[in-house]
């Protein structure tokens, strides 16, 4: 029932987001401008003519908003008529999690503690055999701590509109940096909604589109707001070891490049989330480690690719989990060499978040929201060179939708994440990422052959 329900969500946000205000780019350096593959101003001034040539348009948007309205009216009746059915399943959600460790937290309990969140699960409606306890680090509880304050069924409510509001802001600036021209105004929501981790979190009730804002609230605002770009990212460092490659960059280009502003902003909100998780719970960094100790993740089946890997070939040695991890490495001080001199992390930084995922010791498919970035991003270059698409080129990028919408049918038959059966999805972003740059690159190519040719 969550499941239909989160559905009906989606079909009301793609509806919703044309309508919710987003600042504009800010005016970056004609050297910014003429470096990036995505030239602002002139997007901007072609989108602008291409408004004043559609006399239509307002009653376009008047029809979409009184659309909007009736949905709303449709989903909030779906929610009021199965209200009884969706409580019964939210204590299965790890939203549950969340709202239990925010409330323990709150009343200055150890959040981390396996007795007692077990205990307090069970108050909810919670049947699993052991407790669903947070593991993301004392930092990152300040996201949660709001929840502790609700019921568990209010707290899922709230917890899935914050997930929502993320997925629209966090659209709606990816197509201010990425997008190409007004035609793509419905190509980039159609995306973004049917990328089967967003579906996979707003089910789960996971966390990943918060981080996934933060990514992209830094890619917004490093050049022109730096202190605001570094504060954001404390969102994605909930989950630190998601994006180790993207860190490992991040540190290296702060310290070369002299970032200071921006390295202030991180510093402080990284210091803000501390204190608020230690004024609650004085002992609250050794009731964490205290906890991964108790967990043994290294016994643990990771349904990661890496896990995956491990868990076929030398199910025994945990350090063999982070094999991948060292050859992303690898690839990344390469990587960076050879674009260090215009390095731009609009350009360069999604696909440090790509190959992070594909190596990464310990994700989920939720988790792999943090690539909507880096998905449009491919979508905005093939979009690009389309006229100068092969069939066979065609064919391939059909095939990767194909396997998106397998993971979409694979989740709606409500198959546990901790089987493993998804373990393959961060194979099919790197696999399309990769692709599309390679399209991207023969298409201007052949476009600058054609320039000469013509000179």
């Known amino acids: 029932m969550v499941s239909s ?10 509806i919703w987001e044309p309508f919710v ?22 997007r901007e001034a072609r989108i602008q003519v291409q408004l004043a040539g559609r006399p239509g348009m307002p009653i376009y948007r008047n029809a979409r908003f009184l659309a909007a309205v009736v949905l709303t009216v449709v989903v909030a009746y779906f929610l009021f008529r199965y209200s009884a059915e969706v409580r019964k399943n939210v204590a299965v959600r790890d939203s549950i999690a969340y709202w239990a460790s925010a409330r323990l937290l709150i009343t200055h309990q150890n959040p981390y503690d396996p007795a007692t969140v077990f205990a307090l699960e069970r108050t909810a409606g919670y049947t699993e055999g052991r407790p669903l306890v947070l593991r993301t680090p004392p930092w990152s509880l300040f996201m949660v701590l709001p929840l502790g304050q609700l019921s568990p069924f209010l707290a899922w409510a709230a917890w899935l509109a914050i997930l929502v509001a993320c997925l629209v802001v966090g659209l709606r600036l990816t197509r201010k940096l990425y997008d190409l021209g007004f035609n793509q105004q419905t190509i980039f929501p159609l995306i973004a909604y049917t990328f089967a981790p967003v579906a996979a979190c707003l089910v789960s009730g996971q966390m990943g589109l918060v981080l996934m804002l933060g990514i992209i609230l830094f890619l917004f605002f490093e050049q022109e707001h730096p202190f605001f770009a570094g504060a954001a990212l404390i969102l994605p460092f909930a989950k630190p070891h998601l994006l180790s490659l993207f860190w490992f ?9 002299r970032k200071t502003l921006l390295a202030l902003g991180f510093i402080s909100a990284f210091t803000a989330a501390t204190l608020i998780a230690l004024f ?8 964490y480690r205290e906890m991964l100790q108790v967990a043994a993740i290294q016994k643990e089946f990771i349904p990661a690719f890496s896990g995956v890997l491990r868990l076929l070939f030398f199910r025994r040695f945990f350090w063999l989990q982070f094999v991948p991890l060292g050859i992303g490495i690898v690839w990344t001080v390469r990587y960076a060499i050879r674009n260090w001199p215009a390095w731009d992390w609009r350009v360069h930084g999604p696909a440090l978040l ?11 498919l939720s988790d792999e929201t943090v690539l909507i970035p880096s998905i449009l991003q491919a979508v905005a270059l093939v979009y690009s060179v389309r006229g100068k698409l092969k069939p066979a080129s065609k064919v391939m990028l059909s095939f990767f939708a ?26 099919v972003w790197f ?25």
């Open 5 to 14: 329900e989160v559905g009906k969500i989606l079909q009301l946000v793609t």
């Open 21 to 42: 205000p987003i600042p504009d780019l800010p005016v970056y350096s004609e050297e910014v401008v003429a470096a990036s593959p995505w030239n602002h101003r002139v």
């Open 249 to 257: 960059v991040f540190a290296i280009w702060v310290v070369a490049k």
């Open 280 to 287: 609650f719970d004085y002992h609250v960094f050794a009731n």
């Open 354 to 364: 790509v190959v992070s995922v594909l190596t990464t010791p310990y994700e989920w």
């Open 402 to 427: 194909l396997l998106n919408v397998l993971l979409l049918l694979i989740l709606r038959f409500k198959i546990p994440f901790s089987t493993g059966i998804y373990f393959w999805s961060s194979l």
């Open 431 to 455: 696999g399309f990422y990769f692709y599309t740059q390679k399209l991207y690159r023969r298409g201007a190519l052949s476009s600058e052959r054609a320039v000469d040719g013509r000179a």
